[in-house]
């Protein structure tokens, strides 16, 4: 039996979890990524907040900077009345709205290769690409899959996966 998530894989992933908590702009996400809350490591000394990229603890000044700004949960009966600045969000938007602010084409030289690459590459594409380009610039990468459900499209379309959803291999 294999690990899942892979072993190696550990830090890059709770590292898109601390990106994804700032494109999301939940309070609750962040306090988890930088409070030492259930970001996803059982065990604290795993966690982003407690470790530096290095395997070393951070220095306390940069913890307690962390912790203040928004690792500090509410306690007992607080309301937590943290606001979140959803900056990351408009700034992946933004990225992929410079990027692909107009639909592009793709063209072959053979009739019915492009008249079944039109089918595929329909209006919805350009949505596709957008949406792609904006979760890249939120977590670091994204792929597209190709998906085919017959109950829904009579041929295969691309369906965007977050960069956290899927292994690549080279």
């Known amino acids: ?10 830090n890059i992933l709770m590292t898109m979890r601390e990106w994804d908590a ?14 030492g809350g259930s970001s996803g490591a059982s065990d604290p000394a795993q966690q982003s907040f407690y470790q530096s990229d290095t395997g070393r603890f951070q220095a306390a ?7 203040w700004f928004v690792g500090e949960p509410a306690r ?3 309301r937590n009345e943290k606001i979140v600045v959803p900056i990351a969000a408009e700034l992946a938007q933004t ?3 410079l990027l692909f602010s107009d639909p592009f084409t793709a063209t072959v030289t053979d009739k019915a290769t492009q008249g079944r690459l039109d089918q595929i590459l329909d209006e919805d594409f350009h949505t596709t ?5 904006e979760m890249c610039a939120a977590l670091g990468g994204v792929y597209l899959v190709v998906a085919w ?6 041929h295969p379309f ?3 996966k977050n960069a956290d959803h899927a292994i690549p291999e080279f």
């Open 1 to 10: 039996k294999s690990q899942w998530p892979p072993a190696n894989l550990t």
């Open 22 to 35: 700032w494109y999301q702009g939940r309070a609750d996400l962040l306090q988890s990524a930088y409070g």
């Open 61 to 67: 000044i940069n913890r307690t900077f962390r912790r």
């Open 76 to 78: 007992g009966n607080e």
């Open 95 to 97: 990225s992929a709205d």
């Open 129 to 133: 690409i957008a949406e792609g380009g």
């Open 149 to 154: 459900d017959p109950s829904l499209l009579d």
């Open 158 to 160: 691309p369906v965007v």
